[in-house]
């Protein structure tokens, strides 16, 4: 593994770290920003993985599935797709009530639960 792989992850799983004590004190749309943050990162070490270079400095999930060409399955796809989308939602809030309120604890739960396996799907692909 190289090294700069290494140390993408090692930021991945601190941010998904981050992620649980965020949900656990309820800062909600923190939480799912944190999740977009560690997938983000660990889409980024297997870009570096596997192509040798220096991901691009960008959010966009979807292109660094373009780049990384990651195994995904569809509902994982679906996934980071929303998470995404989501990432720039709670990045920016227009509104923070009405983000807040889109956010509820059970969303939350259910999007950490799945960053967390896609965390793991990338990683094993990765070595």
């Known amino acids: 593994m ?3 792989t290494a140390e993408w992850l090692t930021q991945a799983e601190y941010d998904l770290d981050t992620a649980d004590s965020l949900y656990q004190a309820g800062r909600y749309i923190y939480t799912i920003f944190m ?3 560690a ?3 660990t889409l980024k070490a297997l ?3 596997r192509t040798g270079k220096v991901p691009p400095k960008t959010h966009n999930l979807i292109q660094l599935i373009k780049l990384g060409q990651p195994s995904l399955n ?3 796809t679906r996934f980071v797709t929303r998470l995404s989308l989501a990432g720039i939602v709670t990045r920016y809030p227009e509104e923070l009530k009405k983000t807040l309120s889109d956010y509820p604890p059970s969303v939350t739960r259910d999007y950490l ?3 967390k396996d896609v965390f793991k799907c990338l990683k094993q692909q990765i070595g």
């Open 47 to 49: 870009v570096v993985e």
């Open 113 to 115: 639960k799945r960053a």
């Open 74 to 76: 569809n509902e994982q």
């Open 39 to 41: 997938v983000e990162k």
């Open 2 to 4: 190289l090294t700069e």
């Open 35 to 37: 999740c977009h943050l």
